[in-house]
């Protein structure tokens, strides 16, 4: 049978390869659109239109819209959900 | 009413329903405070009942399913959820009831699994 | 000529007729197939094995769930390889920007039979597969409520496929649909000077009309069986998240397809009587209306049960219950409320009114939030769990992040000024194939490779399930990704040529598609073999479930039925023991 994975690593990693995603959405978005508008992070912080004010545009709200559940994840397994943890 | 039906660990439970329940209410606030497409009868009417309708449809809904699902945990012995047949399954006592009695692990197969109150 | 035809045709159709007379009266015992009332609990069905007739027979005539799901499955996978062979021919077609394989209108009828057959004729079906196979086995009941609906709403899908698909079939003078799967008016109504006005367009929608009733009485069916044939301890306390899906996406498949019925009749009559509901000085967009008032819901049909199979998979490779179980139960239900009031977010580049537009945007905005729920209890199960990977899981995991993926995108497409950009782009390609092959056919995937050893009572190769699961996971991201990025550029949806500047993003995707092809051939292969001849299952837990009393329902049915089989020496189905 398989070997078992510790859960946290494997999520974290999920969480990261989902932002390294956004960020590469990010990159291709300002190499196939043309004369794009500059991205305002969280409706706020005006990015360069460049690729770097993409990438960081798209890694980052991605980054938050997960993270802040992910964050949830990590207290509610805590506090409420650790009662049943295995072994 | 609500509260004196469903105990707190079921009012717990229904909060992922009030979350949508309360974006509809707000929007619904908002288009009245604000009305920023101004108002016509027929179309306002429209608008609001579209979101009023799906409202009161999850309400209801959400209130009986949680109607049922307390009346079957109250009224017979609750197992794991699919799990009733095989022959290791035991009914779970109901969590408050297992902390209070100091988490039996094996506990027999008790004749009901009620602990609310 | 046409006389002496028509005499052998006549003959032909006597031969025929003698000939099911005979069948019928040799089948003996017909009349026994009665289902045993409930009451049982958990037992073996009322259909021993050794009542079947044999052979080709028993299939045509079985009225035992599980060979129904079975039967099922076969015409779902069928289904998924025709669908799947017919893109493949698109994405090679559009490997360069020009018309070089086939013509632009056959581009638009692959296209039409692509939508139509992987929703209607896969979709649908394959869940069907799961919930009549199974929900009978975790809820404890001796079979579907009404077991000969059962098999006539099978046995409607196979005449429902064949007119689907007449317009390819060499049938003189009847060419296939090249309406989309939304089949919009004016253009479905066969009106202007396109060749939509032919009867291959009517044979399509009659044969839509037949899945839509064959889903109906599944529904029917599912709903009674789950609130009236419940073994005795099961209750709604503790049923399982399966069976909630399935119980709730059939309330939805009963309020959304009679309606889709509805209008296809009303559109047959604007077609070939001369109403007026669409054309004629009726409303184009009022077809867009009823369509998507069973459409939306229809995304739902088929989200739901796949997020039940990930809800019942994934925390049995994570050593430990679902987490939150009641959570995940009640944002079903809501979904399946609030799944009726957002139709409109496919129509908001309609010029409809702001006001209802905005409704549509707000309830769109509140049914994320249950998906998003389950979500998050997903990954807490992972996160206190001890992961085995094995190839159903990684499939939930593919599932848990391409629903992620397909769902952020969508929340963007419910927001107003972002669709009246976006709409009717590759990007929403890319956003619905991130959920239904990305998600949908992923957890479908998990519960074949779970369940395997339950219905072929064989193991398929390890292996090969995971090289399969790779495949497609790098494969639906650059395909589905490429879609997304050729949506930003401006290429717009549903069209065989394109400009230059779109060739490189385009090629990427079919590179994808081929990846996924590749994954395809070794699946099927690796299924047919192993059901042929795989190593036969030693232990009725092949999954060690029991190690964290993770045991359900079906896997004990699964057991008793191996120790009856080897008390009595017999054999049991395909799955007897060496
Ligand atoms: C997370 C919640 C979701 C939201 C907010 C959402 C939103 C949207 C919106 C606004 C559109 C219309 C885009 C346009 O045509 O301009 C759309 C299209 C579509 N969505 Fe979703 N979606 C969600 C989840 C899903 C799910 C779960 C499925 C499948 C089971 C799905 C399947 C589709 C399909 C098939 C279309 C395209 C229909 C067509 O025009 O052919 N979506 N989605
Ligand atoms: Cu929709």
């Known amino acids: 049978m398989a070997r078992s994975h510790r859960g946290p690593r494997f999520v974290v990693f999920l969480y990261a390869g989902l932002v390294t995603f956004a960020g590469v959405i990010g990159l291709l978005f300002s190499v196939v659109v043309t004369d794009p508008q500059p991205p305002r992070l969280l409706f706020l912080v005006s990015l360069p239109p460049t690729a770097f004010g993409f990438v960081v545009y798209g890694a980052v709200s991605v980054g938050l819209v997960l993270g802040v559940p992910l964050a949830g994840v990590v207290y509610v397994s805590r506090h409420v959900d650790a009662v049943e943890a295995p072994e | 009413m609500a509260a004196r039906t469903f105990d707190r660990e079921t009012l717990l439970d229904l909060v992922v329903n009030a979350v949508p329940l309360f ?95 | 000529m046409a006389i002496t035809g028509q005499i052998a045709l006549t003959v032909l159709m006597g031969l025929f007729l003698v000939g099911v007379a005979a069948w019928l009266a040799r089948v003996e015992n017909w009349r026994s197939y009665t289902p045993v009332g409930g009451g049982t609990t958990g037992g073996e069905t009322a259909y021993g094995s050794d009542e079947k007739p044999a052979g080709l027979i028993r299939w045509l005539t079985t009225v035992d769930h599980k060979d129904i799901g079975l039967l099922y499955g076969a015409f779902g996978i069928t289904a998924f390889v025709v669908g799947g062979l017919m893109v493949m021919v698109m994405r090679l077609e559009l490997f360069d920007p020009e018309m070089t394989l086939i013509s632009n209108t056959y581009y638009n009828s692959l296209l039409t039979s692509h939508g139509i057959t992987m929703l209607f004729l896969f979709g649908t079906p394959i869940i069907a597969a799961f919930a009549n196979y199974f929900v009978p086995l975790l809820i404890g009941a001796d079979d579907m409520a009404f077991p000969r609906i059962n098999a006539i709403a099978f046995w ?40 939509q006005a032919n009867a291959g367009v009517d044979l399509m929608l009659l044969g839509l009309h037949l899945t839509g009733v064959s889903a109906t009485m599944g529904a029917i069916n599912f709903v009674t069986t789950i609130f009236t044939e419940r073994g005795e301890n099961v209750s709604w306390a503790n049923l399982d998240i399966f069976s909630w899906t399935i119980l709730t996406q059939s309330g939805l498949i009963i309020f959304a397809f009679p309606l889709l019925g509805s209008a296809i009749v009303m559109l047959l009559l604007d077609r070939n009587f001369g109403t007026a509901f669409f054309i004629n000085g009726g409303s184009p967009i009022l077809w867009q209306h009823l369509f998507w008032f069973f459409g939306h819901p229809e995304v739902y049909i088929l989200v739901l049960p796949p997020m039940g199979l990930v809800s019942l998979i994934l925390p049995r490779f994570s050593g430990r219950r679902l987490f939150g179980f009641k959570f995940v139960v009640y944002s079903t239900l809501a979904i399946g409320v609030l799944s009726f009031g957002v139709w409109a977010h496919h129509m908001f580049a309609t010029g409809i009114d702001p006001r209802l537009r905005s409704s549509f945007m707000a309830v769109s905005l509140a049914i994320a939030i249950p998906s998003a729920v389950k979500t998050f209890n997903w990954i807490t199960t992972m996160w ?7 190839t159903p899981m990684l499939f939930c995991i593919g599932f848990v992040q391409n629903f992620i993926i397909g769902g952020v995108t969508g929340v963007f497409l419910a927001s107003i000024p972002v669709d009246l950009i976006l709409h009717d782009t590759y990007y929403v390609v890319g956003h619905f194939h991130y959920i239904v092959m990305g998600a949908i056919t992923f957890a479908g995937m998990a519960g074949l490779y779970y369940w395997f050893p339950v219905f072929a009572g064989r193991m398929y190769q390890r292996r090969l399930g995971k090289i399969h699961f790779w495949l497609w996971l790098v494969g639906s991201n650059v395909t589905f990704l490429a879609m997304i990025l050729l949506g930003y550029g401006g290429m717009p949806r549903r069209y065989a040529t394109y400009l230059p500047q ?54 004990a049915w699964f057991e008793r039925k191996r120790e009856t089989a080897l008390a009595d020496g017999g054999e049991v189905d395909e799955a007897d023991t060496e």
């Open chain 3, 502 to 555: 779109f060739a490189t993003l385009h090629q990427v995707a079919s590179l994808g598609a081929l990846v996924m092809f590749v994954g395809g051939l070794i699946w099927v292969y690796n299924f047919v073999v192993s059901w042929l001849e795989g190593p036969r299952v030693e232990d009725a837990d092949p999954w060690n479930l029991k190690d964290n009393g993770l045991r359900t329902n079906e896997w």
């Open chain 3, 156 to 195: 409607l899908l196979p005449p429902g496929a064949l007119l689907i698909w007449a317009g390819f079939l060499p049938i003189p003078e009847v060419i296939p649909a090249q309406t989309g799967w939304t089949m919009y008016t004016p253009l479905s109504a066969g009106v202007g000077s396109g060749n």
């Open chain 3, 384 to 390: 206190n769990g001890r992961l085995r990977l094995t």
């Open chain 2, 23 to 117: 974006i509809m209410a707000f929007f619904v606030a908002a288009f009245v405070l604000f009305a920023p497409f101004g108002f016509d009868p027929l179309a306002s009417l429209l608008q609001f009942g579209l979101i009023v309708a799906p409202f009161v449809a999850l309400l209801v809904l959400t209130y009986f399913s949680a109607r049922a699902i307390t009346d079957a945990e109250r009224g017979g012995p609750v197992f794991l959820p699919g799990q009733t047949t095989p022959a290791e399954a035991r009914p779970v006592e109901h969590e408050a009831e297992a902390e209070e009695a100091g988490a039996a692990e094996e506990s027999e197969p008790a004749a009901s699994g009620d602990g609310d109150a």
